[in-house]
């Protein structure tokens, strides 16, 4: 069984801080996506990655996939109140049935004003 | 506004009480999923539907079934509601969106079986 691990499972720091979450697997996928979920709401994805090294910015989120195409991270720089969430990171098999994604248990980020 | 639409938001069943789950999309996307979220085991895939016609189980299938009725529609049906089945679940369909090609969820249906 693959599988995505998240880390930390928990995260909560002050406004203006910086941070990184980790998504890490022993499996190759052939893309990774990561998603923000806001309480009572359905995941909202982000960003995909698919060449391993590749690095994307979203405003003052970094997303980037390693290049053994196993694990991920994404960087927050200057959090803010607004980016308090569950990011879910979600890969792709390799040959795998059409789109079906594994997804990670999840980081919870709060950012306190 | 383009999405993913599910009925009911919130639902109260007594165990063995059967509900449909109904969603919709208007995106055109091809491939639609249901998805169940509990704490601590993250979202769990119960069936997919990678084109109008054909379902497939997922990896938590039992006690659950589901139609799709057409492109736009995948229902997920609970013939015998268990407490075990108390859940989030997510409808979901895969492909571009705004020039991101990915999944766009549902906004949730909250089931609590007594």
């Known amino acids: 069984t693959q599988l995505l691990e998240q880390s930390p499972q928990f995260l909560s720091i002050q406004e203006g801080e910086n941070l990184t979450v980790y998504c890490n697997s022993s499996?190759?996928?052939?893309?990774l996506q990561w998603y923000r979920q806001e309480p009572g709401e359905g995941p909202v994805l982000l960003v995909t990655v698919v060449t391993g090294g590749e690095v994307k910015k979203l405003k003052r989120l970094t997303f980037q996939f390693g290049d053994a195409r196993k694990d991920s991270s994404l960087h927050i720089t200057a959090a803010q109140p607004g980016d308090t969430g569950l990011y879910l990171c979600a890969g792709l098999n390799y040959g795998g049935s059409q789109g079906n994604l594994i997804f990670g248990k999840g980081t919870k980020l709060s950012v306190k004003p | 506004n383009a999405g993913v639409t599910q009925t009911p938001k919130f639902q109260v069943l007594k165990t063995g009480q059967s509900m449909t789950l109904q969603c919709a999309q208007d995106m055109n996307h091809n491939s639609m999923y249901w998805y169940r979220q509990d704490p601590g085991m993250g979202l769990r895939l119960i069936y997919y539907?990678?084109?109008?016609?054909?379902?497939d189980k997922g990896e938590v299938p039992n006690g659950y079934n589901v139609s799709r009725l057409n492109k736009r529609e995948f229902s997920l049906r609970l013939e015998s509601a268990a407490p075990s089945q108390t859940s989030v679940y997510f409808c979901?369909?895969?492909?571009?969106?705004?020039?991101?090609?990915?999944?766009?969820f549902g906004s949730g249906t909250r089931l609590t079986v007594v």
């Open positions: 979901a369909s895969l492909g571009v969106v705004t020039d991101l090609y990915g999944y766009t």
């Open positions: 499996s190759v996928f052939s893309s």
């Open positions: 539907s990678a084109s109008e016609g054909t379902t």
